[in-house]
């Protein structure tokens, strides 16, 4: 791996040496996974940068910070921390932009520690991706009702406890596939472990209900289904079993830095894909630009 | 709060500024709660240090490790930071020695983190704790043998993703209680957040199964049982429910810096306390001195 260019700024004080170390030993971000974050899309062209949904982004985290018991996030003191790492910011293409607000160290009353980092994507890495993605479909453990009288279980909040997240895709790999479908002990395909699910069927869109089924409320996902509806494509919030899926008129995970990304298989079963109907999500998703 | 005295030591480097910052921004323990932990007791008196059974949290460690597919931590390496560290460390009375293993920064080639911290307890918090808690059931949306098949929902690994735990200590605190005890889906007594539970019931000890539970191996629960046997007492792994522990002779939490703790009440309702139980299994721990 060669490094990826990137930056940080940290709350409070500003961009900072991307390389020098800014989190204390016992903060409790690192050594409980106890805080949260957010992931969006920068791309830079001919010098200048445009954040993909900030405000909506701003608005789950600070969602995200009320399940945890966090202080809220001040979101002036955010965007104004976003706008000068992306003034400062002159790598063309895409990056990930990622908010991480933890809850600050454990030894010394330190209030809680937020930081930002932006990191360059790899155009050809991305670009492997949204041509379509082999897929697995991992056991989740959980009923899909599991987190509706359980908020502790932290269901659909975006937290820096995402160990499982990454051992599901691991596991995927295991199998073959590039990522990881979640489904529920009673057999719901639920999200991807860093991403929401839409299928079409029947000239409908479907996807993953959120609240007791822990699902992720995925901003991507909301985005494209609101043009969708907009344009006249009715939407759906419904649970579907793996097995619909080769069944479908496609499927596809959605996520803030990759965009709208075709699921070609499934457990090594083809899923359809239409190009057409991709490049119609991926332009509702803001992806074609 | 008030400051706690600490000490903090990283691997390849030793003792450092424990106010000063180790980790970098892109660093996965921070970011994923992507890593492992170790927690144990350092016992400081007349300004020689003992540290309780490092060999054991050692290998456990190493177990962790796999389990994430992250290299295996070097015993000689660790050993010897602990010992500058202990070397460097005169607050009289208890600490709690942690080891962390995260996989590293995501934008540099950088090889795993792992650093230790040393931190004094409060001698009346933990009098407090170990003159017994009460405590609330609190339920895990698992079944009790979930993690059989499914090795990525990381069960009994001591990962940094504890998000789940910190939360549902919070819910216990909300419903009036101390500490939190994990319930299965199926009405199972899992563990605590950060405990094994030990139950006394028709003078056997019965402490819960590991493996498919997803309960991580206690290492005071090993000790103490080992030690149990060891004097001709009966010990069982057993899943009880939560309603049997006011019919037993005795609930405990077991866990490497507080000790054995008594259960004094759960969900409200007593839990049977009897102190010459409760001294027998603190001095099987090594917690009588």
Redo the contacts between chains.
Sequence with gaps: ????Q?L?A?LGRGVVD??????????L???????I?EVTRVVTTEGVSRVDHLDRHLARFRTSAAR??LPAPDADAWQSLVHEAVAAWHVPGEAAL?L?W?RGR????SGPTG?L?L?AQDPAALAASRAGITVAS??????SD??G??????GG?K??????????R??AAERGAEEALFVS?DGYALEGPTAGLIVARDDELITSPTGATGVLPSITVAVVTEAAEAAGVRVRRALLRPADLPHSQGAWFASSVKGVVPIVSLDGVPVPHDPEITRTLVAAAGFDR
């Design positions: 791996m060669s490094p990826a990137h940080v940290v991307p390389d020098a170390p800014i989190l204390s030993a016992d903060d971000g690192a050594t409980r996974g106890d805080g974050f945890l018991a990622k991480v933890t454990e030894n010394v009353p930081y980092t990191t991992i056991p989740r453990g959980y009923a599991a987190f009288d359980a908020p502790w279980l932290l909040v937290s820096l406890s995402y160990g499982v997240n990454l051992a599901a691991r596991a002990t």
